[in-house]
Protein backbone atom coordinates (compact mmCIF):
# COMPACT_ATOMS: atom_id res chain seq x y z
CA UNK A 1 0.00 0.00 0.00
CA UNK A 2 2.61 2.18 1.05
CA UNK A 3 4.91 2.05 -2.10
CA UNK A 4 1.94 1.78 -3.88
CA UNK A 5 0.90 5.09 -2.68
CA UNK A 6 4.58 6.41 -2.95
CA UNK A 7 4.44 5.32 -6.68
CA UNK A 8 1.74 7.31 -7.34
CA UNK A 9 2.87 10.31 -5.87
CA UNK A 10 6.32 10.38 -7.84
CA UNK A 11 3.58 9.85 -10.97
CA UNK A 12 2.51 12.97 -10.03
CA UNK A 13 5.22 14.82 -9.03
CA UNK A 14 6.87 14.15 -12.30
CA UNK A 15 3.42 15.04 -14.44
CA UNK A 16 3.38 18.29 -12.34
CA UNK A 17 7.01 18.99 -12.92
CA UNK A 18 6.74 18.92 -16.73
CA UNK A 19 3.83 19.92 -17.34
CA UNK A 20 3.29 22.87 -14.72
CA UNK A 21 5.16 26.35 -15.78
CA UNK A 22 8.65 26.35 -14.02
CA UNK A 23 7.69 30.11 -12.83
CA UNK A 24 4.31 28.65 -11.15
CA UNK A 25 6.00 25.85 -9.52
CA UNK A 26 8.13 28.37 -7.50
CA UNK A 27 5.51 30.75 -6.46
CA UNK A 28 3.84 30.42 -3.19
CA UNK A 29 -0.05 31.08 -2.97
CA UNK A 30 -1.39 34.29 -1.48
CA UNK A 31 -0.59 33.80 2.47
CA UNK A 32 -3.31 34.55 4.68
CA UNK A 33 -2.99 34.03 8.45
CA UNK A 34 -5.11 32.08 10.40
CA UNK A 35 -7.31 34.90 12.02
CA UNK A 36 -9.69 33.11 14.46
CA UNK A 37 -10.10 34.17 17.70
CA UNK A 38 -7.64 37.70 17.03
CA UNK A 39 -8.41 40.90 16.79
CA UNK A 40 -8.00 41.46 12.87
CA UNK A 41 -6.30 44.27 12.05
CA UNK A 42 -4.45 42.97 9.63
CA UNK A 43 -6.55 43.47 6.71
CA UNK A 44 -8.05 46.52 6.38
CA UNK A 45 -11.85 45.49 6.79
CA UNK A 46 -14.41 47.56 8.48
CA UNK A 47 -14.57 46.33 11.65
CA UNK A 48 -18.98 46.79 12.02
CA UNK A 49 -21.66 44.96 11.43
CA UNK A 50 -25.16 45.81 10.19
CA UNK A 51 -27.62 47.06 12.55
CA UNK A 52 -29.97 44.49 13.44
CA UNK A 53 -33.05 45.96 11.41
CA UNK A 54 -31.12 46.01 8.19
CA UNK A 55 -29.46 42.75 8.86
CA UNK A 56 -32.78 41.20 8.60
CA UNK A 57 -34.30 43.71 6.19
CA UNK A 58 -31.40 41.66 4.13
CA UNK A 59 -32.16 38.39 4.85
CA UNK A 60 -35.41 38.65 4.02
CA UNK A 61 -34.08 40.09 0.36
CA UNK A 62 -31.95 37.07 0.08
CA UNK A 63 -35.17 34.46 0.98
CA UNK A 64 -36.15 35.69 -2.89
CA UNK A 65 -33.60 35.09 -4.75
CA UNK A 66 -33.13 31.75 -6.74
CA UNK A 67 -29.41 30.24 -6.44
CA UNK A 68 -30.81 27.77 -9.10
CA UNK A 69 -31.08 30.03 -11.84
CA UNK A 70 -28.07 31.77 -13.25
CA UNK A 71 -27.39 35.29 -12.43
CA UNK A 72 -27.73 38.59 -14.53
CA UNK A 73 -24.84 38.07 -16.63
CA UNK A 74 -24.11 42.34 -16.19
CA UNK A 75 -25.40 42.70 -12.83
CA UNK A 76 -27.61 46.10 -14.15
CA UNK A 77 -28.97 46.93 -10.64
CA UNK A 78 -25.77 47.09 -8.95
CA UNK A 79 -24.26 49.13 -11.56
CA UNK A 80 -27.22 51.41 -11.23
CA UNK A 81 -26.96 51.43 -7.39
CA UNK A 82 -22.60 52.43 -8.24
CA UNK A 83 -23.69 55.24 -10.63
CA UNK A 84 -26.30 56.89 -7.55
CA UNK A 85 -23.73 56.38 -4.53
CA UNK A 86 -20.09 57.48 -6.61
CA UNK A 87 -21.55 59.20 -9.07
CA UNK A 88 -20.83 57.78 -11.69
CA UNK A 89 -21.56 59.81 -15.26
CA UNK A 90 -23.46 57.88 -17.76
CA UNK A 91 -21.03 58.68 -20.27
CA UNK A 92 -18.76 55.79 -18.60
CA UNK A 93 -18.78 52.07 -18.57
CA UNK A 94 -18.73 50.20 -15.00
CA UNK A 95 -17.00 46.18 -15.15
CA UNK A 96 -17.73 44.23 -12.15
CA UNK A 97 -15.05 42.19 -10.82
CA UNK A 98 -14.76 39.35 -8.34
CA UNK A 99 -13.02 42.25 -6.16
CA UNK A 100 -10.97 44.43 -7.41
CA UNK A 101 -7.83 41.58 -7.48
CA UNK A 102 -9.99 39.87 -9.97
CA UNK A 103 -10.10 43.30 -11.85
CA UNK A 104 -6.37 43.86 -11.99
CA UNK A 105 -5.91 40.36 -13.24
CA UNK A 106 -8.58 41.22 -16.78
CA UNK A 107 -7.01 44.27 -17.03
CA UNK A 108 -3.68 43.08 -16.94
CA UNK A 109 -4.91 40.12 -19.47
CA UNK A 110 -6.24 42.68 -22.05
CA UNK A 111 -2.74 44.27 -22.66
CA UNK A 112 -0.56 41.22 -21.82
CA UNK A 113 1.65 39.54 -24.60
CA UNK A 114 5.35 39.13 -25.79
CA UNK A 115 7.35 41.85 -24.18
CA UNK A 116 4.68 43.70 -22.90
CA UNK A 117 5.21 45.59 -19.17
CA UNK A 118 3.44 46.53 -16.49
CA UNK A 119 4.56 49.01 -13.96
CA UNK A 120 3.84 50.05 -10.30
CA UNK A 121 5.83 52.21 -7.86
CA UNK A 122 7.01 50.07 -5.01
CA UNK A 123 6.41 49.25 -2.57
CA UNK A 124 2.57 48.84 -3.54
CA UNK A 125 -0.45 46.51 -3.44
CA UNK A 126 1.42 43.45 -4.29
CA UNK A 127 -1.22 41.92 -6.56
CA UNK A 128 -0.23 44.21 -9.11
CA UNK A 129 3.63 42.24 -9.11
CA UNK A 130 1.64 38.91 -9.26
CA UNK A 131 -0.25 39.07 -11.38
CA UNK A 132 1.99 40.18 -13.73
CA UNK A 133 4.39 37.25 -13.17
CA UNK A 134 1.36 35.02 -13.71
CA UNK A 135 0.74 36.28 -17.09
CA UNK A 136 4.81 36.47 -18.08
CA UNK A 137 4.37 40.23 -18.06
CA UNK A 138 7.84 42.42 -17.67
CA UNK A 139 6.98 43.83 -14.18
CA UNK A 140 8.95 47.08 -13.25
CA UNK A 141 8.70 48.73 -9.99
CA UNK A 142 9.90 52.06 -9.93
CA UNK A 143 10.79 52.45 -5.96
CA UNK A 144 9.27 55.26 -3.69
CA UNK A 145 11.50 57.59 -1.89
CA UNK A 146 12.59 57.16 1.48
CA UNK A 147 9.41 59.01 2.34
CA UNK A 148 7.10 57.35 0.06
CA UNK A 149 6.98 59.72 -2.14
CA UNK A 150 7.14 59.62 -6.15
CA UNK A 151 10.58 59.72 -7.87
CA UNK A 152 9.53 61.80 -10.22
CA UNK A 153 12.44 62.20 -12.46
CA UNK A 154 12.99 58.14 -12.00
CA UNK A 155 9.56 57.44 -13.03
CA UNK A 156 9.38 59.32 -15.85
CA UNK A 157 12.99 58.10 -17.75
CA UNK A 158 11.81 54.14 -16.62
CA UNK A 159 8.44 55.08 -18.52
CA UNK A 160 10.39 56.18 -21.61
CA UNK A 161 12.72 53.62 -21.31
CA UNK A 162 10.02 50.41 -20.67
CA UNK A 163 7.22 51.87 -22.75
CA UNK A 164 4.97 50.43 -20.07
CA UNK A 165 1.81 48.98 -21.53
CA UNK A 166 0.17 48.95 -18.23
CA UNK A 167 0.70 51.43 -15.02
CA UNK A 168 -1.10 50.94 -11.61
CA UNK A 169 -1.43 53.96 -9.05
CA UNK A 170 -2.54 53.22 -5.85
CA UNK A 171 -4.38 56.08 -4.69
CA UNK A 172 -3.85 56.26 -1.82
CA UNK A 173 -1.20 53.72 -1.63
CA UNK A 174 -1.17 50.26 0.11
CA UNK A 175 0.84 49.39 1.98
CA UNK A 176 1.83 53.78 2.41
CA UNK A 177 -1.09 55.32 3.02
CA UNK A 178 -0.30 58.35 1.08
CA UNK A 179 -1.11 60.24 -2.09
CA UNK A 180 0.99 61.17 -4.24
CA UNK A 181 0.45 64.94 -5.21
CA UNK A 182 -2.04 65.54 -8.25
CA UNK A 183 1.02 67.51 -9.87
CA UNK A 184 2.76 63.75 -10.16
CA UNK A 185 0.45 61.85 -10.78
CA UNK A 186 -0.69 64.05 -14.10
CA UNK A 187 3.07 64.04 -15.32
CA UNK A 188 2.97 60.22 -15.21
CA UNK A 189 -0.55 59.80 -17.04
CA UNK A 190 0.42 62.21 -19.61
CA UNK A 191 4.01 60.60 -20.48
CA UNK A 192 2.38 56.92 -20.28
CA UNK A 193 2.52 55.33 -24.29
CA UNK A 194 -0.69 52.79 -22.45
CA UNK A 195 -3.16 52.37 -20.03
CA UNK A 196 -2.91 53.91 -16.57
CA UNK A 197 -5.28 52.79 -14.01
CA UNK A 198 -5.80 54.66 -10.53
CA UNK A 199 -6.49 52.03 -8.03
CA UNK A 200 -9.08 53.47 -5.36
CA UNK A 201 -9.79 51.27 -3.30
CA UNK A 202 -9.23 53.56 -0.01
CA UNK A 203 -11.51 56.33 -1.65
CA UNK A 204 -13.88 56.01 1.75
CA UNK A 205 -11.42 57.65 3.80
CA UNK A 206 -9.88 60.05 1.74
CA UNK A 207 -11.07 63.63 0.21
CA UNK A 208 -8.80 62.80 -2.87
CA UNK A 209 -10.99 61.98 -6.21
CA UNK A 210 -9.80 60.95 -9.16
CA UNK A 211 -13.40 59.73 -10.97
CA UNK A 212 -13.57 63.42 -12.84
CA UNK A 213 -10.12 62.96 -14.61
CA UNK A 214 -11.84 60.37 -16.96
CA UNK A 215 -12.66 63.43 -18.43
CA UNK A 216 -9.10 64.90 -19.22
CA UNK A 217 -7.08 61.10 -20.06
CA UNK A 218 -8.26 58.62 -23.04
CA UNK A 219 -5.58 56.24 -21.40
CA UNK A 220 -6.85 56.32 -17.94
CA UNK A 221 -9.06 53.70 -16.10
CA UNK A 222 -10.45 54.43 -12.46
CA UNK A 223 -10.73 51.30 -10.40
CA UNK A 224 -12.85 50.89 -6.86
CA UNK A 225 -13.94 48.59 -4.56
CA UNK A 226 -16.71 47.55 -1.84
CA UNK A 227 -14.47 45.38 0.16
CA UNK A 228 -13.02 48.36 2.76
CA UNK A 229 -16.16 50.13 2.78
CA UNK A 230 -17.63 47.25 4.54
CA UNK A 231 -18.47 44.61 2.09
CA UNK A 232 -14.84 42.65 1.89
CA UNK A 233 -16.65 39.17 1.93
CA UNK A 234 -18.93 40.01 -0.91
CA UNK A 235 -15.69 40.45 -3.13
CA UNK A 236 -16.99 43.28 -5.43
CA UNK A 237 -14.57 45.34 -7.18
CA UNK A 238 -15.58 47.97 -10.17
CA UNK A 239 -13.66 49.18 -12.82
CA UNK A 240 -14.75 52.86 -14.58
CA UNK A 241 -14.25 53.90 -17.33
CA UNK A 242 -14.32 54.70 -21.25
CA UNK A 243 -16.89 51.84 -22.95
CA UNK A 244 -13.85 51.60 -25.45
CA UNK A 245 -11.46 49.95 -22.88
CA UNK A 246 -14.23 48.26 -21.02
CA UNK A 247 -15.73 46.79 -23.98
CA UNK A 248 -12.65 44.99 -24.58
CA UNK A 249 -11.87 43.93 -20.49
CA UNK A 250 -14.98 42.56 -20.95
CA UNK A 251 -14.36 40.05 -23.27
CA UNK A 252 -11.80 38.41 -21.07
CA UNK A 253 -14.63 38.54 -17.74
CA UNK A 254 -16.25 34.29 -16.83
CA UNK A 255 -19.79 34.73 -17.56
CA UNK A 256 -21.30 35.07 -14.38
CA UNK A 257 -18.72 36.39 -12.63
CA UNK A 258 -20.65 37.96 -9.54
CA UNK A 259 -23.41 35.65 -8.46
CA UNK A 260 -26.95 35.83 -7.20
CA UNK A 261 -26.42 36.57 -4.24
CA UNK A 262 -23.41 38.97 -4.12
CA UNK A 263 -25.54 40.63 -7.10
CA UNK A 264 -29.02 41.23 -4.47
CA UNK A 265 -26.32 41.78 -1.57
CA UNK A 266 -24.36 44.50 -3.41
CA UNK A 267 -27.89 46.23 -4.44
CA UNK A 268 -29.04 45.92 -0.82
CA UNK A 269 -26.04 47.68 0.36
CA UNK A 270 -26.21 50.56 -2.13
CA UNK A 271 -29.67 51.29 -1.15
CA UNK A 272 -28.81 51.86 2.45
CA UNK A 273 -25.06 53.46 1.67
CA UNK A 274 -25.64 55.71 4.34
CA UNK A 275 -24.84 53.68 7.00
CA UNK A 276 -21.94 52.51 5.49
CA UNK A 277 -20.54 56.29 5.07
CA UNK A 278 -21.13 56.63 8.66
CA UNK A 279 -19.07 53.83 9.78
CA UNK A 280 -16.39 54.62 7.39
CA UNK A 281 -16.49 57.87 8.99
CA UNK A 282 -15.87 56.82 12.42
CA UNK A 283 -13.17 55.39 10.87
CA UNK A 284 -11.49 58.10 9.76
CA UNK A 285 -12.07 59.90 13.32
CA UNK A 286 -10.35 56.52 14.85
CA UNK A 287 -7.51 56.99 12.69
CA UNK A 288 -6.93 60.65 13.91
CA UNK A 289 -7.09 59.17 17.15
CA UNK A 290 -4.94 56.11 16.69
CA UNK A 291 -2.27 57.85 15.25
CA UNK A 292 -2.05 60.93 17.84
CA UNK A 293 -1.42 57.96 20.69
CA UNK A 294 0.86 55.98 18.49
CA UNK A 295 2.89 59.50 18.10
CA UNK A 296 2.50 60.10 21.96
CA UNK A 297 4.37 56.50 21.97
CA UNK A 298 8.62 55.65 21.87
CA UNK A 299 10.51 54.00 19.58
CA UNK A 300 7.55 54.17 16.68
CA UNK A 301 7.78 56.60 13.41
CA UNK A 302 4.03 56.53 12.86
CA UNK A 303 3.17 57.89 9.51
CA UNK A 304 0.61 59.70 7.73
CA UNK A 305 -2.52 58.01 6.51
CA UNK A 306 -5.63 58.43 4.19
CA UNK A 307 -6.89 55.18 4.01
CA UNK A 308 -7.91 52.87 6.99
CA UNK A 309 -4.59 51.22 7.96
CA UNK A 310 -1.30 53.26 10.06
CA UNK A 311 2.13 52.56 9.01
CA UNK A 312 4.54 52.05 11.44
CA UNK A 313 8.40 51.93 11.50
CA UNK A 314 9.57 50.38 15.25
CA UNK A 315 13.37 50.71 15.89
CA UNK A 316 15.73 48.79 14.24
CA UNK A 317 15.18 45.14 14.18
CA UNK A 318 11.90 44.94 16.83
CA UNK A 319 9.46 44.84 14.06
CA UNK A 320 9.14 40.91 14.56
CA UNK A 321 9.05 40.48 17.89
CA UNK A 322 6.46 43.44 18.52
CA UNK A 323 4.43 41.82 15.94
CA UNK A 324 4.47 38.71 17.74
CA UNK A 325 4.26 40.38 20.91
CA UNK A 326 0.45 41.68 19.73
CA UNK A 327 -0.21 38.35 18.71
CA UNK A 328 0.69 36.77 21.97
CA UNK A 329 -1.96 39.14 22.77
CA UNK A 330 -4.44 38.27 20.61
CA UNK A 331 -4.27 41.04 18.18
CA UNK A 332 -2.82 40.40 14.52
CA UNK A 333 -1.75 42.87 12.39
CA UNK A 334 0.77 43.07 9.49
CA UNK A 335 4.31 42.76 9.41
CA UNK A 336 5.71 44.39 6.53
CA UNK A 337 9.59 43.95 7.22
CA UNK A 338 11.17 41.78 5.01
CA UNK A 339 9.15 42.29 2.24
CA UNK A 340 10.55 45.55 0.60
CA UNK A 341 14.09 46.89 1.29
CA UNK A 342 12.16 50.71 1.88
CA UNK A 343 9.52 49.00 4.66
CA UNK A 344 12.31 47.40 6.67
CA UNK A 345 10.89 47.43 10.71
CA UNK A 346 7.74 48.25 9.05
CA UNK A 347 4.44 47.14 10.42
CA UNK A 348 0.27 48.10 9.19
CA UNK A 349 -2.42 48.63 11.36
CA UNK A 350 -5.91 48.53 10.18
CA UNK A 351 -7.77 50.89 12.07
CA UNK A 352 -10.58 49.65 14.19
CA UNK A 353 -13.52 50.94 16.54
CA UNK A 354 -12.02 52.60 19.69
CA UNK A 355 -12.96 49.69 21.75
CA UNK A 356 -10.31 47.55 19.03
CA UNK A 357 -8.13 50.58 19.14
CA UNK A 358 -7.92 50.77 22.98
CA UNK A 359 -7.25 46.93 23.15
CA UNK A 360 -4.42 47.04 20.37
CA UNK A 361 -2.93 50.26 22.21
CA UNK A 362 -3.08 48.39 25.76
CA UNK A 363 -1.26 45.46 23.94
CA UNK A 364 1.52 47.55 22.44
CA UNK A 365 2.13 50.01 25.51
CA UNK A 366 4.14 46.94 27.23
CA UNK A 367 5.83 45.95 23.97
CA UNK A 368 8.03 49.21 23.77
C1 LIG B 1 -4.65 49.12 -3.38
C2 LIG B 1 -5.51 47.90 -3.37
N1 LIG B 1 -6.16 47.56 -4.49
C3 LIG B 1 -6.95 46.47 -4.55
C4 LIG B 1 -7.11 45.65 -3.44
C5 LIG B 1 -7.95 44.42 -3.57
O1 LIG B 1 -9.20 44.59 -3.05
P1 LIG B 1 -10.40 43.59 -3.33
O2 LIG B 1 -9.90 42.49 -4.23
O3 LIG B 1 -10.82 43.12 -2.00
O4 LIG B 1 -11.45 44.41 -4.03
C6 LIG B 1 -6.46 45.97 -2.25
C7 LIG B 1 -6.60 45.10 -1.06
O5 LIG B 1 -5.94 45.19 -0.08
C8 LIG B 1 -5.63 47.12 -2.22
O6 LIG B 1 -4.96 47.47 -1.12
Not at 277 to 292: D, N
Amino acid sequence: MTDRLSEWQDKIEARVQRLVREDIRKLTAYPVPNSSGFLKLDAMENPFTWPAELQQQWQATLADVHVNRYPHPDAPEVKQGLRRVMNIDERWDILLGNGSDELIQLIAMAVAGAGQTLMAPEPSFVMYRMIAQYLQMDYVGVPLTERFEIDLENTLARIEREQPALIFLAQPNNPTGNLWGDEKLRRIIEAAPGLVVIDEAYTAFTEADYLPWLEDYPNLLIMRTLSKVGLAGLRLGILIGDPAWVNEINKLRLPYNIGNLVQATATFALDHFEVFQQQTQELVKQRAVLIEQLRALPELTVYDSEANFVLVRTAPGRAAEIHQGLKDAGVLIKKLDGSHALLNDCLRITVGSAPENNRLMSALVPLL
